[in-house]
Each structure stands twice: as C-alpha cells, then as structure tokens.
C-alpha cells in the first residue's frame, strides 16, 4: 500500500521579533507625523469659522466656540484683486523649477556617472549637493552683495565702467531669471544624488553586453541609463507636480526682500500673499482659508498626475 503523505501546513505566526524591531525603529517617525502632522490638521476647522479670541481661555475653546461662517473666509482670496498674480507666478515658477531642474538634475548625474576618477565624481557631488544645506536667508544676503544698489559686486563694476547702476530690487524683469537661477543652483544637487543613486544600482552587464555590441556612450546612455532611470524620473515628477500650488517662501520672501513694491507682479506667491496678509489686519480664518484652498489643490493635482501615469504606464504611478 502506498502511504499518503499529508502535508502539514505551518501557520506562520502574525508578529515577529522582526516586526518589533522595525516597528520600533518607525516609531520616533510616527510620533513626529502624528504630532506636526495629523494633530495640526484639527486647525482647518478654522478656515470655516469666524475665529474670535476670548480672553483667558484656551485656543481650542477659542475655535470650537466661534461662530461659523461658511465659506466666506474664501472670498477673500477669490476676490481679491491679485489673485490671478499669485496663481499665475506660482503655476508658472514651478513648472519651470520642474522642467528645468529635472533636465539638469538628469543630465547632471548622467555626466557625474561617466566619470572615471572616483575622486573627482565625490568632489563635484559634494560641491553641487553643499548649496542645498544654505538657509535661504545665507543666500539672501550673498544675493544682496552682489545686487545692492550702493556697494553690491556688480553695481560697483557697472561704476568702474562707467555705466549706471541699475536698482536690482526694483527692476521686475530680471527676477524671474534670478529666482529661477538661485533655485536650481540650491536644488539641483539634491536631485542629481537622487538620481545618480539610480544609476549606481543599474546593473552592469548590461553596459558591457553594449560595449560588446559596439555601442558608444551615447548609445549607452539613451537606450540603457534613461530606460532604467524611467520609474524614478517619473516618480520626481508626480511629486513635484504636488507642489505646484506651492511655493519656497523662503526662496520668493528673502531673496527679493519682502516680494513687494514695483516687483510685486514677478515675485509674490501664494505663499508670500498668506504671510504679507496675516502680518496686516486681515482675520485669520481668511488666511487659513487661503491655505486650506492651496492644499486641497495640491492634493488634487498629484492624484490627477498619478492617474494620468497609470493610464499611460501602470507600473509606473506611485499609487
């Protein structure tokens, strides 16, 4: 008689050592998410109420006891006068800041790869990636050395020459070719070690199979380095496209020195609207309305991104 095996099936247990440690391990992230995150959101409430402050009690009291007012705090952006100024200058800087900065980034790591000398390739990653670990407020005044109207670098060569200085701060059509520059110099180098960290993993068989076969290096490049570099290039891309309703406040504030005055229609954001706004009276429900409004953009227009992708590449979306 044939004996019947039977298979004995092992239930593996719901939770393991490995699972603790990782779940500690995550922890200190969770507590940062659930306390600078999720606990703050509480505060949209106040975008739909008519926020008043009572004397000596708390500011939760403060906001579950005001009065609601629906979407009137909304007005104040929807009508306002600039509102057509600041969407266009964040829309348009941001997908500048995307095109160009991925190119570059791209191109950038690319080049860094080809490189024989290790040593050179880690000293250009590390002089490209320093810019991006400078306040925008260090480069503000690096900026202002070189644009000041009285003893910057390049109004005291246009003396020495004997042209006229130009007042930098007041001139609108050269700031967006300088807000444009200054992002890309501090950002750049970040996104070019993404990248490059994708190149390092590509596997290298392929490229000698391509040498074998008589391939240069730009043959190399285009039909190996840029097909395995597709998900990460695309996944950058839906992410950036998230933020386009936002703006670097530090980026558009600082460095034009309060995004206000004669360059006001070249430099003021969304971002730069809210702060200018609530520095003056206006209420604060009507700026947390304005904010409210740019999130939910944001959020709608990374899911509109992903689903474009998936339709086109699912393997490629992020979602």
């Known amino acids: 008689m044939k004996e019947t095996k039977k298979k004995v099936s092992v239930k593996k247990p719901r939770w393991t050592k490995n699972d603790t440690e990782l779940s500690i391990l995550a922890l200190p992230t969770t507590i940062w998410y659930v306390l600078f995150c999720f606990l703050p959101m509480f505060g949209l409430i106040i975008a739909f109420k008519n926020y008043r402050v009572t004397g000596g009690k708390s500011f939760i009291y403060n906001v579950l006891h005001s009065d609601w007012s629906g979407l009137k705090n909304f007005e104040f952006l929807f009508k306002s006068n600039d509102l057509f100024v600041i969407l266009r200058n964040t829309i348009l800087y941001n997908v500048a800041f995307i095109v160009l900065g991925m190119f570059l980034s791209v191109g950038l790591a690319i080049l860094i790869s080809l490189l024989h000398s290790k040593r050179k390739s880690k000293v250009y990653q590390t002089l490209m990636f320093f810019p991006y670990f400078m306040s925008w407020v260090v480069v503000a005044y690096f900026l202002d050395a070189f644009l000041n ?34 992002y890309l110099w501090k950002s750049t180098g970040y996104n070019m070690v993404i990248y490059l960290s994708s190149i390092t993993g590509i596997d290298t068989t392929l490229y000698e199979a391509a040498v074998v076969d008589g391939a240069t290096k730009r043959q190399q490049v285009w039909y190996i380095t840029l097909p395995c570099l597709k998900n990460v ?38 971002d730069t609207y809210v702060f200018n706004a609530i520095r003056s009276s206006t209420p604060i429900g009507m700026t947390s309305a304005v904010t409210f409004f740019q999130s939910v953009a944001c959020c709608i227009t990374i899911l509109v991104a992903n689903a474009i992708v998936r339709k086109i590449d699912e393997d490629s979306a992020i979602i």
Do not use: C, H
């Open 149 to 182: 109207q009285d003893n910057g670098l390049i109004n005291s060569m246009l003396r020495d020459g004997g042209a006229e200085p130009v007042r930098w701060y007041m001139t609108a059509g050269v700031w967006p070719f300088i807000l444009i520059f200054m």
């Open 233 to 270: 290039i695309i996944m950058m891309f839906i992410l950036n496209i998230g933020k386009v309703f936002y703006s670097d406040f530090g980026l558009f504030f600082q460095l034009s020195q309060g995004a206000s005055g004669s360059i006001f229609n070249t430099t003021a954001t969304i």
